[in-house]
């Protein structure tokens, strides 16, 4: 939803083909991202005004940013302010373009001839490009990337940086890829831009993803491509053409949406054996609730009350929603595995171990007899991870969580070793 806040926009920042970058004066470290009517091709070898199309691009990129940022994705954006224009965190443009490709089409085919068309990359792709219109956005090698030393807001780009941003488009990329196919929608290959937040001196994803952003083929079928490809090869440019073109913008922008949109439903009900195993399903909530899913504390003891625990879990089973049991009990874990035997849904014992019987408890948990097929895991945490995993295998704003929780642990991990060796040199 656009913001009603009234701007105080200041001077403009920069300019490029297909939008403008205003300074806010009563907000700074905010800029305004303010997207054209141009459409352009090779390198604005080819321009024309598309009426709608900032509208357009503005709601695609919103969208696009939104779904990004609720996965955990670190980006510039703050919130769509008009239609055609939003809110982002100044940055200082890292000038290298950043191409993940999934499927083997346009320009690899011409610089990498003798690949067919089509051909699958796994894992994907990655190129750089380094911005500079006047030579037509040169390939360039890590090395000369390196070579180059960026200086940007403060920060030098160096090994590190450039392995985060390397690491982070394939995350992005995989993102939006698992989003677009619930669509039946093939994300082919894509370009995105990083910048360093003036404030932060962090890297973040910036600038737009919209539809001159990627290509896209519904059902894997190039001949139905939805993205400006459709423009860059037309033989002639007519008004039908260009109606041609917008139709194909504005399918995107309204699909798009729906990606923001869960396709299947998924929770957790966690049995505890007594409210003394309160605060670790509280850890167990907390953790699920970081990852988008409902969940459900009951109370029930296996071993007092059999025939109530059945009853509960007969109530989870009886509305067709997708449930992973989480079963909760010290000492003698009988839950998890009566509930293993009665109930064809997934059953994961996360027992309250304590230091003085853990050692033997545990193993009511892991030794089971045959025809039963819970798993135990002892973290709270770890076990709300792997209820997510099987919730995200049909659940894709679950799993885009999930991917974007794998790249933060590892930019942590690569931060903390870099914090490391600056501290010993």
Not at 354 to 367: M, N
Request: some cysteine; charged content about 20%; glycine content about 6%.
């Amino acid at each position: 939803m656009a913001s009603s806040t009234e701007l105080n926009i200041g001077q403009k920042l920069s300019e490029g083909k297909t939008k403008q970058i205003f300074e806010l004066v009563d907000q700074p470290g905010l800029v305004l991202v303010q997207s054209k009517d141009q459409i352009t091709a090779g390198n604005a070898a080819r321009k024309d005004q598309m009426e709608g199309k900032a509208a357009i691009a503005n709601k695609t990129t919103c969208c696009v940013f939104k779904l990004l940022q609720e996965s955990g994705i670190k980006t510039a954006f703050v919130q769509q302010h008009s239609e055609t224009a939003f809110t982002a965190a100044h940055c200082e443009m890292i000038p290298i373009e950043w191409v993940c490709r999934r499927v083997a089409t346009g320009s690899f085919l011409k610089r990498n001839p003798g690949v067919k068309e089509g051909y699958r990359f796994t894992p994907l792709k990655m190129e750089m490009f380094f911005k500079d219109d006047a030579n037509n956005d040169p390939q360039w090698s890590e090395e000369q990337v390196l070579a180059a030393k960026f200086s940007l807001a403060g920060l030098t780009i160096g090994q590190c940086e450039v392995d985060i941003m390397n690491r982070s488009t394939v995350a992005i990329f995989e993102i939006l890829e698992k989003a677009w196919a619930t669509q039946n929608c093939t994300l082919v290959d894509m370009k995105i831009e990083f910048g360093v937040n003036v404030k932060t001196r962090e890297i973040v994803l910036s600038d737009v993803i919209d539809n001159d952003s990627w290509r896209l083929w519904p059902a894997g079928d190039r001949s139905q491509q939805k993205d400006k490809q459709v423009y860059r090869d037309l033989k002639e440019v007519t008004p039908e053409a260009m109606q041609m073109v917008k139709r194909n913008f504005e399918w995107v922008s309204e699909r798009v949406q729906l990606l923001l949109e869960p396709q299947a439903s998924g929770r957790v009900v966690v049995l505890m054996g007594s409210t003394s195993d309160m605060a670790h399903c509280e850890k167990i909530k907390k953790a699920c609730t970081s990852y988008g899913l409902p969940c459900i504390l009951r109370v029930t003891s296996a071993h007092k009350g059999p025939d109530e625990t059945l009853r509960i879990k007969a109530e989870y089973e009886g509305d067709g929603v997708p449930t992973i049991f989480v079963a909760v009990a010290g000492r003698s874990n009988g839950l998890g595995p009566v509930m293993s035997g009665n109930t064809a849904y997934p059953v994961i014992n996360c027992p309250p171990l304590t230091p003085d019987w853990g050692a033997q408890d545990v193993w009511s948990s892991l030794r089971l007899p045959s025809g039963l097929g819970c798993s135990t895991i002892l973290s709270p945490d770890a076990a709300a991870q792997f209820a997510a995993q099987i919730i995200g295998l049909s659940n894709h704003l679950v799993w885009c969580k999930l991917r974007a929780s794998m790249l933060n642990t590892w930019v942590s991990l690569k931060l903390a070793d870099q914090k490391l060796q600056a501290c010993s040199l």
